[in-house]
């Protein structure tokens, strides 16, 4: 493999992921084909969404950018993913992209939900007004009661009842800590020789 072919295994300029859409066949949700205007306003949400992920280049010698390869698979199996919501298709890609890494790795899946919390700590932990997470819990109660208990006097949500929560109630807060586990494991998969987010200055 010749060295623009191995570059192009971690990071993409604008054009080549265009090229990329296109010879797989992926369009616009209106069925059209995808223009540099139609992708740059797939990185601007992707940016927007994820900016601590470090998909794209930062701007040093001119106004090209580059994209890493795994911003490029959110852009495409995400942004551009018709069948699902966004946020569906995005925790679907998190949760993906981390069974990918533990493999990589060889490191145990790890649980994002080991604390049982206080209903009144609620507001703060899924940053959603009171009446919003009342009505969600009722929801959960009735799915299964005993992810609700009473502790010194007070309502208290179990660890699996928190997980209830955040998967059918407040699905940003779950995808927040799949990236954040996410990136933790970015981080362990660099130190462990593996290339991420180096652009080699070619932007």
Known sequence: ?????????????????????????????NNKEITHKDLRLAVATMLKKHPNCRWQSDKIKSKRYFILIEGYLWIRYVYFEKE???????????????????????????????????????????NRAKPTIKKAILKMVKENSSYRYIENGEFVISKKGIEWLSKNCFKQKYLELLEQYKMKLTEQYIKAGYIYDNFFYLN
């Open 84 to 126: 699902r919501t966004l946020i569906d298709a995005d925790i679907e890609f998190f949760e993906n992209r981390i069974k990918e890494y533990e493999k990589l790795l060889d490191v145990k899946s790890k649980s994002l939900f080991n604390e049982d919390i206080y209903v009144k700590q609620l507001e703060t932990y899924f």
């Open 1 to 29: 493999m010749d060295s623009q072919r191995q570059l192009d295994n971690i990071f993409l300029s604008y054009n080549k992921i265009l090229k990329r859409l296109k010879d797989s066949n992926v369009k616009t949700k």
